[in-house]
């Protein structure tokens, strides 16, 4: 019913806005995602096991009648109830809520990780396709102007002012241009088709609306993420079925309590005056000599497999916090990349400048003034590739931390 609200809400404004945004399709995307629908089957069936073993505290009660009728004739009723409960040293009742306790927390993490996961992916996919869509646009540009340019120095090797030599290089980069379209095409075409594939949606080829980058905060130390935590959960979990294991070396002691009210043969239900009463209070113990062994070898086994799984947690700590480091790494030169190419533009854009007015004046011909465009055109192109592969990279941090992707998943 949620998934069918919020795409009431969310299709009529991509309609009437004739133009994508990344957190409709992301918000389209945890809706339609078979993942985060497995995972809430799982989280249910997690949160159903522990009210299981919520009911197993709960006492065993019996209520019975009979109406029998023999050879003579003669008919015979019984009736009464009972309850009784049994707790043991080991209660397993116990044991079962708190392992039940960690299955649902690891059910919510997983459920969460998903939903960043996917959220991940899909402003993967949306930046990729504005990033293609900008280079080809750019590179649709430098291939006019490079068959301009490629012309002008054909006209000036035919008088002797360009050397072959000039002239092939000038073919050589048209070619290059002509390659990085076609490859800028092909980019475009197969990032939206990840994208929709993605989001199980059609694509009716609207544009997609430029999202703002937000302000991200450097992490420098690898504390914890969902992953981690699961894993903490897990150790908890083979830490307390240990400790049970420990109690069932010692002798089994159960305190039993059980009442009946019953009256095995009564003339009528209702002569309440013919029940009776009893109250059992008992404490048993006992205490199995070969079955030692069997003890033995399974609490060897989990305490090799707690070992197994402490190691495990320390190589991922370790190994996330090598990829928070080279993550931060890659933040920082990409946030010097995009300062210095804002500045190569802002130069770029200077000397075109320039060069315009000077063509005017015609102090330079119209291939150098060519040249300064392509300049600016390249640098605005690099700057773009920096610039959502920072974007990329903030939030490929966030899901690696798992902090919220875009602030709100």
């Not at 039940?100 to 998903?114: H, I, M, R, S, V």
């Not at 420098?220 to 049970?244: M, P, W």
């Not at 420990?246 to 013919?274: M, Q, R």
């Not at 404490?283 to 070992?307: A, M, V, W």
Request: aromatic share 12%; net charge neutral.
């Amino acid at each position: 019913m949620k998934k069918i609200l919020l795409m009431m809400v969310i299709m009529p404004v991509l309609l009437f806005a004739k133009e994508y945004n990344l957190p409709d399709m992301i918000e389209i995307g945890m809706q339609n995602s078979h993942q985060i629908l497995s995972q809430q089957q799982e989280l249910q069936n997690a949160k159903s096991s522990l009210r299981n073993n919520y009911w197993e505290i709960l006492p065993s009660a019996n209520l019975n009648a009979s109406n029998n009728r023999y050879d003579n004739n003669a008919w015979t009723k019984s009736a009464g109830f009972s309850i009784s409960k049994s707790i043991y040293l080991n209660e397993p009742t116990y044991f079962n809520i708190r392992r039940g306790l960690l299955n649902k927390e690891n059910a919510e993490y997983t459920w969460q990780d998903t939903r960043k996961q996917i959220a991940y992916n899909i402003v993967s996919y949306y930046l990729t396709i504005l990033e293609s869509k900008k280079a080809l646009q750019i590179q649709q540009k430098n291939i006019e102007l490079q068959k301009k340019i490629k012309n002008q120095i054909e006209i000036m090797y035919e008088v002797g002012k360009k050397s072959e030599l000039e002239l092939q290089q000038s073919e050589i980069d048209l070619i290059d241009y002509e390659i990085a379209v076609l490859e800028a095409k092909n980019s475009l075409k197969t990032s939206r088709k990840e994208l929709f594939n993605y989001l199980n949606i059609e694509d009716d080829g609207w544009e997609l609306k430029e999202p703002d980058m937000p302000e991200y905060k450097l992490v420098e130390d690898f504390k914890t993420n969902l992953e981690i935590t699961r894993q903490q959960n897990n150790i908890k979990s083979t830490k307390l079925s240990l400790f049970e294991q420990k109690l069932n070396f010692l002798p089994s002691f159960s305190l039993g309590y059980s009442y009946n009210y019953d009256k095995p043969t009564i003339a009528d239900y209702n002569d309440w005056d013919d029940y009776e009463d009893s109250t059992t209070l008992s404490l048993s113990f006992s205490y199995s000599l070969f079955d030692l062994f069997h003890k033995y070898e399974n609490h060897g086994q989990q305490k090799r497999n707690l070992k197994i799984q402490q190691i495990a947690l320390d190589r991922t700590q370790k190994k996330y916090q090598t990829e928070l480091e080279n993550l931060n790494s890659d933040i920082a030169t990409l946030e010097k990349s995009v300062k210095l190419y804002e500045k190569k533009i802002t130069l770029a854009r200077k000397n075109l400048e320039k060069a315009e007015e000077q063509f005017k004046l015609g102090l330079i011909n119209l291939l150098d003034l060519d040249k300064s465009r392509l300049d600016y055109l390249n640098a605005q192109l690099n700057y773009n590739k920096n610039y959502y592969q920072l974007f990329r990279k903030q939030e490929e941090r966030n899901l690696l931390l798992s902090q919220k992707i875009l602030g709100r998943w």
